[in-house]
């Protein structure tokens, strides 16, 4: 009796069952669409607002997107602002937050606040309460669940120090013959310290100023060197200062610093924020009628702001987390 041979069509299909089992599965739709897990994402916090913020904001996400995600948390020190950056950072599975304060100074009650509200410092600021949001009692805190790493702000860093020269150059003739002038606008919060009655016999600057022009100071040496500049000078202008005189003598002495200077050399005012605009009207008001040029722009827009981002982004996310306190919220301490 002959054996029945299996027909050409049958075998193909068994061979083809044969090779699915033995060959290993796909991966599921699923697997395939799960996002992955970033080693970092960067928190932003800034003003944010103008046209010169929207346009760097979007080069920064163009920049370290999609390897690194960019949250931007406006305002200042608004808790939940920051809250909502830090819930879309941790949706997109970062491992560690990267905070990157885009203020003029580190050395500020904004920039402690922050810190309280990350849970790197225990107690939020006094100061920055006082001022700019007195009546609050408790102060809340964001809730994190990632390890927070905060950066210095931008401060003298190198790259600070070019985008400030090169706005010295552009109204420049001949640098070796001109005086570059920084202004900045110091800390808006006041300080409750006992010496205010002294300060004000005096006429002597508030404390918070007085530190922020000399880190001014060594900014515009630095770029006095880096633009061939024959001398460079600093000042801090308080337009949110809580009393008029404080306001009037930033004034009078920025108006006397740049007249005496203008009398045997060509001078330059640049503003020192991140967003020029912020500081113009405050200067103009404070030079109006005294012979000198003034740069219109800040720090932004400039693409050497987005390098300091990723550059500062990528060597922060290699420290430890920094949060160490992570209640609710906590009352303000008794000044």
Known sequence: MSQRRMPPAALALLCCAWTAQAA?????????????????????LGQGGSRAWKSFLAEVIRTLSPAVPV?????????????????????ARVGKIVALPLYASSHSPLMEETRFLLGIRQDPSPAFFQGARSGYKLVRRARVLRPVVLTAAPDDHPLVVEILASRALSLSRKPSDEAVVLVGLAPAAPEAQPDLGTRVRTGAPSGLAEEYRQTLAGLAERVRARGGFALARAAVLEPEAPRQFQRERAEAALRKLVAELSRSRRVLVVPHAIDG??????????????????????LLPDAR????VEDTARDAAALPGMRT???????LPDP
Do not use: N, T
């Open 24 to 44: 290993p599965q796909p991966a599921s739709p699923r697997s395939l669409f799960a996002p992955r897990r970033a080693a970092y994402g960067v928190l932003l």
């Open 71 to 91: 949250e931007f948390a406006p305002g200042d020190a608004d808790v939940k602002a920051v809250q909502k950056s830090i819930d879309r950072l941790e949706a």
């Open 277 to 298: 605009a912020q500081a113009l009207r405050p200067i103009r008001r404070a030079l109006g009628g005294v012979f000198m040029r003034c740069a219109e722009q800040g």
């Open 305 to 308: 702001l987005v390098r300091w």
């Open 325 to 331: 306190y992570k209640d609710d919220g906590r009352a």
